[in-house]
């Protein structure tokens, strides 16, 4: 296919060239959405942020690999894959390139830019067979109550956490909080997971917390 060129570089990182599964793609698209939520959610902390865009470009190299074996497979493969649940697959990934945005100090790091490429020409090759559909993310309707079970009045200094609102009603994907968390807890404005390590010896006057999905 010639629609989009993919750099020579990134083929040449393919070894195996067996066809990629549904399963594998599913996987690989779960981890690059959880390491893009942990990116934004800790993007102005310098320490946090780094850490979290290095382990989210890791994952995209190893998402960009994974696609590369696909559109150098069998294109009937590549079809039955991405083409399922009117292109769900691709188009969060596309998704997730759309709405990612990478810090100043990668700026020059060419991975996130070869899953660009590699995505655009899986879109190419499902566009040739006429079953390309561009996807759209679920309607979102504003939640009726957002609730983190197991949170205790006094949090213990040195021991992380890792908190998964529960929702009821409706399926927000933009969280804020009001007052601002203490330095150390981070919440991810995608999922609405709180996370961090509250740091010892600093204590914090007892504060109610309000977060809002949208």
Not at 15 to 35: N, P
Not at 174 to 193: E, H, I, K, R, Y
């Amino acid at each position: 296919f010639s629609h989009v060129a993919v750099p020579d570089l990134v083929l040449a990182f393919v070894f195996a060239m067996a066809a990629c599964t549904a399963e594998e793609v599913d996987v690989q698209i779960m981890r690059l959405e959880r390491d893009a939520d942990r990116q934004a959610a800790t993007l102005n902390n310098p320490v946090k942020g780094v850490a979290a865009e290095v382990d989210l470009l890791k994952t995209a190299e190893i998402t960009r690999d994974l696609l590369c074996r696909a559109v150098k497979g069998e294109k009937g493969l590549l079809d039955s894959v991405f083409s399922a649940g009117d292109c769900e697959r691709i188009g969060r990934l596309r998704h997730l390139l759309n709405v990612v945005t990478i810090s100043e100090m990668h700026s020059k790091d060419q991975r996130w830019s070869h899953l660009a490429a590699i995505v655009a020409s899986v879109e190419a090759v499902l566009k040739d067979r006429g079953t390309f559909k561009p996807w759209v993310p679920p309607s979102v309707q504003a939640p009726l109550r957002i609730n983190y079970k197991g949170v205790r009045r006094r949090l213990s200094p040195g021991r992380s956490m890792s908190l998964k609102p529960d929702i009821e009603g409706g399926q927000p994907n933009n969280f804020t909080v009001a007052p601002s968390l203490p330095a150390a807890l981070d919440l991810s404005p995608q999922t609405g997971v709180i996370m961090g390590t509250l740091a010892n010896g600093i204590c914090h006057a007892e504060t109610t917390y309000l977060v809002t999905g949208s």
